[in-house]
């Protein structure tokens, strides 16, 4: 249940968790195991020894890391080699499950603006937009980061760094810096599409989980709504 909490945290695939779980499960000497994961809730039954148990665990949290899917993915690969005790692996995945992201939020908001510059110039823009676009695309993320953690309302975290996207944008070209509002626009949004999101759900339904797929397609859609509506009410004032 553990391992499935922190790879469902992190983002992983709904099939991915159930495969690791009932993979662990099996090797820990479980004879039958069931397992259904949704993308807010892991419904776990085991059947050992003529007695059968079975766990449900809401999942409230949901983020990207990259990282501590590898790790869990690693871990139950030993584990199912036989490499690891059923107390060091439980001690291992809390070790995994109390580490924070990989980066620094620092090291993300350098990295937004990165891709934000590089992304307007993939897009067309001139090298002159480089700059405002990678400035606004590090300024944005990093309010996404400081109001995601006050909130906890992702939606909202989004809707308004959108909205600092526009109104950045026109002000950098206002004072002259950068020529094309919109390539600049484009650029800086990019950290903030769901690009995880939509794949997992595309691959969530190609492996047959239509509920989980669904979920995070529709969820992708509203935070894909939430960027452009912010931009778009910017937009609009300032015709």
């Known amino acids: 249940m553990l391992a499935g909490q922190i790879m469902l945290e992190s983002g992983a695939e709904t099939y991915r968790v159930e495969d690791t779980m009932l993979r662990i499960a099996y090797a820990f000497g479980a004879k039958t195991a069931e397992s259904y994961v949704a993308p807010t809730v892991i419904i776990f039954s085991i059947d050992r020894e003529l007695t059968t148990k079975t766990i449900i665990k809401r999942v409230d949290k949901r983020g990207t890391n990259l990282n501590k899917i590898a790790l869990v993915n690693q871990l139950s690969r030993e584990i199912s080699m036989g490499k690891w005790t059923l107390e060091d692996a439980y001690a291992r995945l809390q070790q995994i499950y109390r580490e924070g992201a990989f980066y620094p939020d620092w090291l993300q908001v350098i990295a937004a603006?990165?891709?934000?510059?590089?992304?307007?110039?993939?897009?067309?823009?001139?090298?002159?937009?480089?700059?405002?676009?990678?400035?606004?695309?590090?300024?944005?993320?990093?309010?996404?980061?400081?109001?995601?953690?006050?909130?906890?309302?992702?939606?909202?975290?989004?809707?308004?760094?959108?909205?600092?996207?526009?109104?950045?944008?026109?002000?950098?070209?206002?004072?002259?810096?950068?020529?094309?509002?919109?390539?600049?626009?484009?650029?800086?949004?990019?950290?903030?599409?769901?690009?995880?999101?939509?794949?997992?759900?595309?691959?969530?339904?190609?492996?047959?989980?239509?509920?989980?797929?669904?979920?995070?397609?529709?969820?992708?859609?509203?935070?894909?709504?939430?960027?452009?509506?912010?931009?778009?009410?910017?937009?609009?004032?300032?015709?």
Request: charge should be neutral; charged fraction near 10%.
């Open 113 to 239: 603006g990165s891709l934000s510059g590089f992304c307007v110039i993939l897009f067309k823009g001139s090298w002159e937009d480089f700059l405002p676009g990678l400035i606004i695309g590090s300024i944005s993320y990093f309010a996404f980061i400081i109001l995601n953690y006050l909130t906890r309302l992702k939606f909202f975290a989004e809707f308004t760094a959108s909205i600092l996207i526009g109104i950045l944008s026109h002000l950098f070209i206002y004072f002259g810096f950068g020529l094309h509002m919109d390539k600049i626009i484009i650029g800086s949004v990019m950290p903030l599409v769901p690009g995880l999101l939509i794949t997992n759900a595309i691959r969530d339904l190609m492996a047959g989980h239509l509920v989980s797929g669904v979920s995070k397609g529709t969820e992708a859609v509203l935070t894909a709504f939430a960027i452009g509506s912010g931009v778009a009410i910017v937009l609009h004032f300032l015709k």
